[in-house]
Nanobody
Framework: QVQVVESGGGLVQAGGSLRLSCAAS????????MGWYRQAPGKQRDLVAS????????NYADSVKDRFTISRDGAKNTVYLQMNNLKPEDTAVYYC????????WGQGTQVTVSS
């Protein structure tokens, strides 16, 4: 079994920054990709950013390009999401996912951006 734990959410003013972390632990043979989704109240869960572990290839939602950066530490099975110039519309619960032989999700961390 694989456990996925997020941290780093909180309350920040518009224009501020936060850094989310996500660590995977347990019986892990190989991680193929990690990433972040977010879900605002009353809306669907949408992809924010993802990264593959072999090539380091990244993918971002258009709404966060040039503001958010995803990175990883392979030795720690950890992925980070650096969020700069945050906007009120970034307010959501952010979920981390990990792709091994199956897909695993964290419980989510709340990010609230005040105007």
């Amino acid at each position: 079994q694989v456990q996925v734990v997020e941290s780093g959410g909180g309350l920040v003013q518009a224009g501020g920054s936060l850094r989310l972390s996500c660590a995977a632990s347990g019986i892990i043979f190989r991680i193929f990709a990690m990433g972040w989704y977010r879900q605002a109240p009353g809306k669907q869960r949408d992809l924010v950013a993802s990264i593959t572990t072999r090539s380091g290839s990244t993918n971002y939602a258009d709404s966060v390009k040039d503001r958010f950066t995803i990175s990883r530490d392979g030795a720690k099975n950890t992925v980070y999401l650096q969020m700069n110039n945050l906007k009120p519309e970034d307010t959501a619960v952010y979920y981390c996912y990990v792709v091994t032989t199956s897909e695993y999700w964290g419980q989510g961390t709340q990010v609230t951006v005040s105007s």
